[in-house]
């Protein structure tokens, strides 16, 4: 597991210092965004509207940036994806006008997820496996994924401790900040994280792979839009409505599940070794889906905070395995376009379920829908990627 670690070179680094530096931004972000928003006077409906719009935003900036990575530079798409959050955090922090927010959500970065968005995460991680040649990719990426839920986990509590003391607004500016200090450390990359593969070498999706990734953006869009009704922003929501928690303690409750989510992804790449990627994807993720459905049933806060810590503690465990099937299951010269094809199918799942999922989480009498339906729909998901895969034989 260390040796995986051990084997970073700066670039390698740098790039898990950017993912760290953006999930404490995205954390800080979620637990706050949705009391931010209905703060400045838009209903709930609209709050999911504006969420939705700023989700297909992000599919439509993460699809032309990460498509056109290998050509113009992954360096300068990692740069523009920083300069387009920052410039939204600005617009968020300082705009009242409803049709504003979804311009600057549209064409910006945002996440009301706590979890990745824009084109960073597809780029960085072909990044890392090109680095990772002749190691353990899925140890790797459990590193990758643990920096960033243990981000998340801090940026998370020190959002709901910072709006506790200074207003919602300073996280939505503190966003922006890390927007611009994401720029900063993207320059610094060397020339060596760019694409192996020359210009005139390239070509386009092979007739297999290009049946994978649909396969897969398929199945990766139905988890997403699951995952979508109940994205942190408005799990954190749906706690302040049924107990009335403040920020502060809505924050303290995230940096504990994002804790446990970082540790679930580090064990995956153990799990992994012994029972496959495939395996490990669906047989870790089909028991937090029950959990999930369990969590608007809990009669009072205390369980309702142990069944959701108890799902956080295995949810993540498919997403490095997720990262290093995707990355293993194409050639190395597809692997950034196929990353970012299945990186905006999730984003375009999620995008469609915020706008469906607020009006219900408002009515505390139809709060659970969206709970139930999530863990339904992704425990369909999971059975449907282990039929459809189960034949396909990758490495890790």
Not at 108 to 136: R, T, Y
Not at 310 to 338: H, K, N, Y
């Amino acid at each position: 597991m260390f040796d995986a670690l051990r084997s970073l070179t700066v670039d390698g680094r740098l790039l898990f210092t950017a993912r760290f530096v953006r999930l404490f931004a995205y954390g800080a972000l979620s637990v706050v965004l949705v009391l931010y928003l209905v703060g400045l006077g838009l209903s709930e409906s609209a709050t999911g509207l504006l969420l939705t719009m700023t989700l297909l935003g992000d599919t439509l900036v993460s699809l032309y940036l990460t498509t056109r990575a290998d050509r113009f530079g992954r360096r300068r798409m990692l740069v523009a994806g920083a300069l387009l959050m920052a410039s939204a955090g600005v617009a968020f922090a300082f705009t009242h006008q409803f049709w504003l927010l979804v311009v600057a959500g549209t064409i910006g970065v945002i996440s009301p997820s706590g979890n990745e968005v824009g084109p960073f995460l597809a780029i960085e991680q072909v990044a890392l496996a090109q680095a990772a040649e002749g190691h353990d990719r899925t140890a790797l990426f459990a590193w990758y994924n643990l920096a960033g839920s243990f981000a998340t986990a801090l940026g998370s509590l020190a959002g709901g401790w910072v709006s506790a003391a200074a207003g919602y607004r300073a996280p939505i500016v503190g966003y922006a900040m890390c927007g611009l200090a994401l720029a900063a450390i993207f320059a610094f990359l060397s020339p060596r994280v760019e694409s192996t593969v020359r210009r005139a070498e390239a070509r386009p999706t092979s007739l297999s792979s290009r049946g994978i990734v649909a396969r897969l953006s398929a199945l990766f869009a139905l988890d997403s839009f699951a995952g979508g009704l109940v994205v942190q922003s408005i799990m954190a929501y749906w706690f302040y409505r049924r107990f009335g928690l403040s920020p502060a303690t809505l924050g303290t409750i995230f940096f504990g599940a994002n804790v446990f989510a970082g540790i679930s992804a580090l064990a995956a790449a153990r799990i992994a070794r012994r029972f496959g990627l495939l395996n490990t994807m669906v047989f870790t993720h089909l028991p937090s889906n029950v959990l999930l459905i369990l969590v608007p049933f809990m009669p009072n806060l205390p369980l309702a905070i142990a069944v959701l810590l108890l799902r956080f503690s295995i949810s993540q465990m498919d997403v490095p395995t997720r990262q290093a099937f995707v990355i293993a299951a194409v050639d190395p010269a597809e692997r950034t376009a196929a990353a970012g094809i299945t990186g905006v199918a999730r984003t375009t799942g999620a995008a469609l379920a915020p706008v469906l999922a607020m009006p219900l989480i408002a009515s505390l009498g139809h709060s659970w829908v969206p709970f139930v339906a999530a863990g339904a729909l992704k425990i369909v998901y999971d059975l449907v990627l282990l039929r459809s895969f189960r034949s396909l034989t990758v490495d890790r």
